[in-house]
């Protein structure tokens, strides 16, 4: 079983910088992606970042320029660094991982529990 740990969230006020960590853990024959999505009050939880099987990335237009998406396979872990934080990137960041846990099974879309990011303007 797969299983998720988020760190490093936090209050911090407009133009400051966090770093979210990501930690998974179980069987995983293969990842298909892995990234960060967030969860404002009343609205679908979105995509931040993420890394595809290429290895190419994706991001949000909001966050283009101030987040950068990294990765440390060794550890398992993927990161997210936030720069220059806005007002409206409040919200529950949640970490994702689809893998396929052994050969020939289906993926499955794995979530963490979620880090509360709170920007003061």
């Known amino acids: 079983q797969v299983q998720l740990v988020e760190s490093g969230g936090g209050l911090v006020q407009a133009g400051g910088s966090l770093r979210l960590s990501c930690t998974a853990s179980g069987t995983m024959y293969q990842i298909i992606e892995m990234g960060w999505y967030r969860q404002t009050a009343g609205t679908q939880r979105e995509l931040v970042a993420k890394f595809a099987t290429s290895g190419i990335t994706n991001y949000a237009d909001s966050v283009k320029d101030r987040f950068t998406i990294s990765r440390d396979d060794a550890k398992n872990a993927v990161f997210l660094q936030m720069n220059s934080l806005k007002p409206e990137d409040t919200g529950a960041y949640y970490c994702?991982?689809?893998?396929?846990?052994?050969?020939?099974?289906?993926?499955?879309?794995?979530w963490g529990q979620g880090t509360l990011v709170t920007i003061s303007s």
């Open positions: 994702k991982y689809s893998v396929v846990p052994r050969p020939y099974a289906s993926y499955l879309e794995v």
